[in-house]
Nanobody, 124 residues
Framework: QVQLVESGGGLVQAGDSLRLSCAAP????????MGWFRQPPGKEREFVAV????????NYAESAKGRFTVSRNNARNTVYLQMNTLNSEDTAVYYC?????????????????WGQGTQVTVSS
């Protein structure tokens, strides 16, 4: 079983930045696409960003593009989500996910493993 662990969430003010981390086992980490999703209060889980395992190709939700950056360090078995210029709409539980396939990387159903989530709260 692949276990993912998110960290780095917290309470910040609008305009601040946060960097989330997701640690994963190293055995097959480099073969997985690693995605970030979030679930705002009262809403369904939504796609934020993804980085491919076989390359550094990335994809972002419109709400994240230009403000968020996803990256990975395969040697350290870690994926990151740098979030800048945060606003109240970014308040959510953020989840890291791993996908064996890159076909459905913008959908929750496309991922095989999930972390427990880390809370990000942005005060306005």
């Amino acid at each position: 079983q692949v276990q993912l662990v998110e960290s780095g969430g917290g309470l910040v003010q609008a305009g601040d930045s946060l960097r989330l981390s997701c640690a994963a086992p190293g055995r097959t980490f480099s073969w997985f696409a690693m995605g970030w999703f979030r679930q705002p209060p009262g809403k369904e889980r939504e796609f934020v960003a993804v980085i491919w395992g076989s390359s550094d190709r990335t994809n972002y939700a419109e709400s994240a593009k230009g403000r968020f950056t996803v990256s990975r360090n395969n040697a350290r078995n870690t994926v990151y989500l740098q979030m800048n210029t945060l606003n109240s709409e970014d308040t959510a539980v953020y989840y890291c996910a791993a996908a064996k396939s890159t076909i459905l990387v913008t959908r929750s159903s496309g991922y095989d493993y999930w972390g427990q989530g880390t809370q990000v709260t942005v005060s306005s």
